[in-house]
């Protein structure tokens, strides 16, 4: 099954607030203490803060995070947010001590000039949570994502259309060297399939970021991993993967899913088009 490996998951785990491109290549990642890494292209049971502290420092070049927590829905009061987000509710949340301190240990596993691209919906971007780690990653660019939904999901005021992503850094921030693809849109639109995870991202976007921020055999982390993309990414890219998602219910789900069971390596012409995407904008001449 293209060399994927599946681990049964135990007795879900819960989150609990704890105190508080880079071009590398694979080189990077034989690097560490040898064992230190966990079995990699897995998908497994786990507690986010767990596994990135039982990583050894500078071992990957790229994370995505995705943190599932409440803070908008209880500031508005919904309560039972019906059938639309009855299924959002049942994953379990994280505090933002608990957030914060997974930020905290993804910094430390990055390179330097590792990138973190954490997905944030519009509360916790105005209230701008990533500032409370900005010592440690700091937030160089913003793309904004339409999922293209009609007529969008709750809001007083706007409808809900999708999310942002914010790219932070781990110093020195470094631009040209670190970003290959200058294509990529700051405004991104696709659909996604709720179906396979609640919280599912862009697929396409994902591919786009691995591509152009990482080398073939690099390490990418995901501690929040939900549906699993970025692992179905990673393998399509000929990249490592390490991650996790602390739901039982959707590790099973995806290690059963006919995603996994049909994952292939790019053809050679999705492979020309990431490659062409890569060089569509030229690098301006001022260095970052």
């Known amino acids: ?25 694979a080189r990077h990642v034989a690097a560490c203490t040898p064992g230190a890494l966990p079995n990699r292209n897995i998908a497994r049971c786990k ?25 908008v829905l209880d500031k508005l009061a919904y309560g039972n ?14 505090s933002k001590g ?24 519009t509360f916790t971007l105005c209230e701008a949570h990533h500032l409370r780690v900005a010592d440690v990653l700091k937030c160089v660019d913003l793309i ?18 999708g999310g942002y992503l914010l790219v932070l850094q781990k110093p020195p921030i470094r631009a040209r060297a670190t970003w290959r693809d200058h294509g990529i ?7 996604v399939d ?42 399509r890219l000929g990249r490592e993967f390490v991650g996790c998602d602390v739901d039982a219910a959707t590790v099973a789900h995806f290690n059963e899913s006919a995603v996994i069971k049909n994952v292939d390596s790019l053809t050679e012409n999705e492979r020309a088009k990431l490659v062409a995407a890569s060089h569509e904008a030229r690098p301006s001449k001022r260095v970052r």
């Open 81 to 94: 947010e019906g059938a639309r987000q009855r299924e959002r509710c049942k994953l379990p949340a994280m």
């Open 98 to 121: 608990y957030i914060d301190a997974c930020c905290r240990e993804i910094a430390r596993v990055l390179v330097p000039s590792g990138y973190c691209l954490r997905w944030m919906d």
């Open 144 to 161: 904004s994502w339409d999922d293209e939904r009609k007529p969008g999901g709750n809001g007083y005021r706007s409808r809900r259309c």
């Open 185 to 191: 849109r700051d405004h991104w639109s696709e659909k």
């Open 194 to 235: 709720r179906k396979i995870h609640p919280h599912v991202k862009p697929q396409g976007l994902i591919e786009r970021l691995i591509a152009a921020t990482t080398a073939p055999g690099d390490l990418v982390l995901d501690p929040a991993a939900g549906g699993f993309g970025v692992l179905t990414a990673c393998l």
């Open 1 to 25: 099954m293209n060399g994927i490996k599946m681990l049964n998951c135990g007795r879900q785990s819960r989150h609990e607030l704890q105190p508080g491109p880079a071009t590398a290549s």
């Open 47 to 71: 507690d986010a803060l767990e596994l990135l502290t039982s990583l050894p420092n500078s071992c990957a070049s790229l994370a995505f995070f995705d943190p599932q927590h409440r803070d």
